[in-house]
Structure formats: structure tokens, C-alpha cells
């Protein structure tokens, strides 16, 4: 066990103690994550996503005055007539205290969800007395609460004063992050460690190692013909795509834990015309750095490849937007004192790794060490059934409060290592 795990069994009678005052407020979570359920706000949903925000922002205000809004630029995406569209997103808000203290921690969550305006699931439905169905109540409304609830709590106490904190709500996770990426991973550089509030799993167990993501989208054109009278004019661009597609499909495992998933496709209009565009989206999961360099420059050599077929051409957009987050010696100090503190709570957990990825790995990509499923418990999030274990809003914010309160009393569990941004 590491030194950090070892000192929290002796002192943490008293750190159990002061996180008690959260259980008082369990009811009131519960109907605020009813109201927050029940605001859409899908990613492409900006208007709903402001008004989750705003929530948010308001209930802030009480522990601190710092708050800034931040309009992002538009997630530029490839749609399937093969243009660049611009889609406007919703705002992120970046909160602040003590940035001059001794430690400085980064605490984490996005506003949006997965799920559409045009979804027929916008409503909480009770299943049992502990656990509600709802969209985005696991991923992440009630994280967020989560969030706000350790906060509070650590604020109430005078240990408080040795912790600077800052929180970031970004609203484009669910899409990958494209717009907020770049300020998530500019205040990593300036913060010790990072608290996610992702969901965890309904045992209440921890996303471990993390694979990195790419996602792309590909527009092979050809030529249109009538497809009776002179088909041998033109050029099928759906022949060609899928070609390329189950050539892709070849990647998969051409590296370890290396997958490949082609996922949407459009193309044509009518059977009788040659097609001359085709449109597929394609997502790559890999597990270290150097498989995404290798899979960029398959993917050139492969496109280029096509783009010598007479009468084609292949086009590629997209990228890496995720490194793998991979658990080394600072991680494992930092999830052993969750699971030293998740048992004080009689609440024992471990860590698995995950092909799924999150913002963890884009703080981890820039060298700050971070958990990134600290949210509720729950299960079936991204469908119909998600739903949260209700008992998780007061539980886990004890258990983000116990991490702070332990750091403001004892220290990061591994040694400061951050060089930018002391001050
Ligand atoms: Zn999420």
C-alpha cells in the first residue's frame, strides 16, 4: 500500500465525520437532478446546454465568484453530402477558487448528453425507490451534482484554504471534445490532479487504463451514369467505398487491442443512376501513442492508393482526438487512495480497463493524473435504460469530499510534479 492509502486509515474517523452533512441533502439532489434530466441537452442542442450550464453557474455562485463563460468555436464536421458544416455549441464555464493555493486540483464534467431533441426519451421515471431513469442522469446530470456536492462540503471547512480548485463544464464530450479539448488540456498543465465525473459502473467500480479514439469520415466520389443506357461512364462510388471499407476492416487487431468500427454510410439516390458520391464514418480505438502515428500513416498510404482507381478520389477528414490513457506509478498512488477512502465508506471497489474514452484521457495526455469516473453509479447510459442508483449522489460526494479534505490534510498521494502555473 502507498503512503497516502496508509495515512487515510489512521485519520479518516475523523474525515468520515466531517463528510456526514452531505446525507442531509440527498432529497434536494434528488429533485434537482429531476429538473436538470428533464432540460434536453443533447450536444447539438446549444440552447438546452446554456440553460444547464446557467443552472450550474447559479449554483456556484454560493462557494465561488470566479465564473466565466466561454463561447467555444464551431465543431466542424463532414456531412454526408460531403460538406464542411459548422455546428454551433453550446458554452462551457470555467469556475475558479484559490488559484495561488498549495494544491491545485481540476474537477471535470460535460453538460451534454446523447440524447437528441427528437428522442422520445426526455422524461425521469422512477423504477424503484433508488433508482431513477432518465436521460443523462448517470451521464453525467447527477455526476455534476456529484461535483457540486464535494465542493460545497470541503468549502464549509477550514481545510479548505490549502486547496485551490477549478471546475470545467464543456459541452461537446459526448462528440469527442473538438472545441473544448484545447482548454481542458491547457488548465491540466496548471493543476495536480484531475477529478472526472464520469459514471461508474453499478458496482461502483473505476474506468482504469483507457484506449485512445479517432474518428473520420471519408467521401469517395465517382462518376454519375445512367445505369442503364451507358453505366460503363460512369464510376459506382458505392463499388468503391466498399471496397476501402472492408479493406479498413483489415486493421482490426493488425495491432494489439488495435479496433476498427465503420459505423454510418450514405450514398445514392435511385437505383437507375451510376452513384458518384458515398459517404462513410469510420472510428478507430487504439492502446498506445505510436498506434495512432502508424494508423495515420496507413490511412494516407491506403487513400492515396485509391486515389490512383481511374476516375475516383478519396478524401479523409478527421484525426486522433483522444490518446490512450495508460495508469502509471502516479495513477496507481492516486486510485489506490480511492479504494482506501471507498472502503472507509464501506463502498470496496476496484479498476478495470476500458476501450471506452472520456476527458480523462486528454488530461492524462498532457501529464496530469486523474480519475475519471468519480460520478454516480448506474448502468445502460447512451440508451433508453439508463438510469442512476439514486443512494450514489450522497455516497460518492462524500467520497470526492474525503479525497480533497485528505489532500488538504496530507498532501498530494505522489510527489507535486506540476512545473507550469505555480505560483
Ligand atoms: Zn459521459
Redesign the pocket.
Known sequence: MNKAADICKHTSSDLLNRVQPIASQQSLREEQLIELVEINSSSLNPQGINEVGEWFANAFNKISHDIERIHLPPWERVDFQGVVQQQTLGDLWRIKKRPHAKYQILLTG?LDTVFPLSSPFQKANRLQAECLNAPGAA??KG?LLVLLSALELLESTPLAQQIGWTVLLNPD??IGSPSSAAILEEEAKTHDLGLIY??ALPDGNLAGARKGSGNFTCCVHGKAAHAGREPELGRNAINKAAELILELAQLNNARPGLTLNTGMINSGETTNKVPDLAVFKFNIRIETKDDAHWCTQHLETLISQYNEHDGYKAELHGGFGRMPKQLDSQHLALYSLVQEYSKQLNRPLTYAATGGC?DGNNLAAVGLPNVDTLGVRGDF?HSHNEYIQLPSLTDRAQLSALLLLHIAQHGLPFKQSRTGGIK
Do not use: K, L, R, S
Open positions: 460535460h451521464d453525467m455526476g464530450e459526448e464520469e459514471p472520456c447510459i
